[in-house]
């Protein structure tokens, strides 16, 4: 089993930065591929970025190309998104999600998810 607990959201302003983090519990070994994903309210949900945490390769969408950053600290069981240039696009709540192979921005792949954090850009 993999637990996922989201932390980090809050307000900011367009051009501003947010960090959030995503603690993993459980036999993460399993499912080496972790995304971020954002649903904002009356859209579907969509994939931010994607990291394989046995190798380091990621993925981004192209909305947040060059602002965010996935990034992973193995020694403290933690995945980070560091949001950059923010949006009032950006708006959405945030999830964390856990998957096996192969590492993808499709939600249907990932089987654990954490709970989400919101995060609100103002103009």
């Known amino acids: 089993q993999v637990h996922l607990v989201e932390s980090g959201g809050g307000s900011g302003q367009a051009g501003g930065s947010l960090r959030l983090s995503c603690a993993v519990s459980?036999?993460?070994?399993?499912?080496?591929?972790m995304g971020w994903f954002r649903q904002a309210p009356g859209k579907e949900r969509e994939g931010v970025a994607s990291i394989y945490t046995l190798g380091g390769g990621t993925s981004y969408a192209d909305s947040v190309k060059d602002r965010f950053t996935i990034s992973q600290d193995n020694a403290k069981n933690t995945m980070y998104l560091q949001m950059n240039s923010l949006k009032p696009e950006d708006t959405a709540m945030y999830y964390c999600?856990?998957?096996?192979?192969?590492?993808?921005?499709?939600?249907?792949?990932?089987?654990?998810w954490g709970q989400g954090t919101q995060v609100t850009v103002s103009p």
């Open positions: 999600a856990a998957g096996s192979l192969p590492c993808t921005m499709v939600s249907g792949q990932y089987p654990y």
């Open positions: 459980g036999y993460i070994y399993s499912r080496p591929c």
